[in-house]
């Protein structure tokens, strides 16, 4: 079955440092997303990406994310300079279409960023 | 207002007991989607079930089953014959037709399976 795949499963930041996440989404998806995920807190909506552009954000994706899609296949969250308060799990997620709730909307594993 | 209410931060269930879990959603969409997933300890998000909103029967997928009140915007997950891998956090989300992509999630229900 077709999956998303996150790299790295776990990254380790000094503050203040750049870092990048990656994922590689179902091949014949359109629509990306990342999320976050607080230590025992719920997952929170960061942004989604369309034809090669940002189509929705949350108001916690502020001008230190950014996100691309730098070739045909991978999906990029760079945090600029990171906070402590940014160590959380980060999902990918891709879905085939817009319109149909199921639309095969798939989560990656996560990345467990830890910013020390 | 939540979009997404989860009313219990920790349920117990007997092993090969079956366990419900609440969720409740708040919505204007006429049309929406609703989701169950497990988050074992491990991190992952593993999609369990789902109901549309326009669905007659509720879903059922295996051992879970989502018992779907529209009128009263309820979409309780039940678990039967749990088991104790069942133990994980689980997570109510909603997509709205209308309204762009993003999933809102409740704050979970940790299930603890006891043998």
């Known amino acids: 079955e077709p999956e998303v795949t996150q790299t790295p499963s776990h990254q380790v930041t000094q503050m203040g440092q750049e870092v990048i996440l990656r994922c590689v989404p179902i091949?014949?998806?359109?629509?990306f997303y990342w999320y976050r995920q607080i230590l025992g807190q719920k997952v929170e909506f960061l942004v989604s990406?369309?034809?090669?552009?940002?189509?929705?954000k949350s108001e916690i994706f502020d001008d230190q994310f950014s996100v691309e899609r730098p070739d045909g296949s991978n999906f990029t969250l760079k945090i600029r300079s990171t906070k402590l308060e940014d160590s959380a799990m980060y999902f990918c997620?891709?879905?085939?279409?817009?319109?149909?709730?199921?639309?095969?909307?798939?989560f990656g594993s996560g990345t467990r960023l830890t910013v020390v | 207002a939540q979009k997404i209410t989860q009313t219990q931060p920790g349920m117990f269930v007997q092993e090969k007991e079956a366990v419900t879990l609440d969720c409740t959603y708040d919505?204007?969409?006429?049309?929406?989607?609703l989701f169950w997933y497990k988050q074992p300890s491990s991190g992952e998000m593993i999609f369990l079930i789902y109901?549309?909103?326009?669905?007659?029967q509720n879903a059922t997928e295996g051992r879970y089953s989502l018992n779907f009140q529209k009128a009263r915007k309820s979409a309780n997950l039940v678990i039967s014959a749990s088991q104790l891998g069942d133990s994980a956090m689980y997570f109510c989300?909603?997509?709205?037709?209308?309204?762009?992509?993003?999933?809102?999630f409740g704050t979970g229900t940790s299930l603890t399976v006891i043998p």
């Open positions: 997620a891709s879905s085939g279409s817009q319109i149909g709730q199921g639309a095969g909307y798939t």
């Open positions: 989300a909603m997509r709205e037709e209308n309204t762009g992509n993003q999933f809102y």
């Open positions: 109901q549309g909103s326009y669905d007659q």
């Open positions: 919505t204007s969409d006429p049309s929406y989607g």
């Open positions: 091949s014949n998806h359109l629509y």
């Open positions: 990406f369309y034809n090669n552009e940002i189509s929705e």
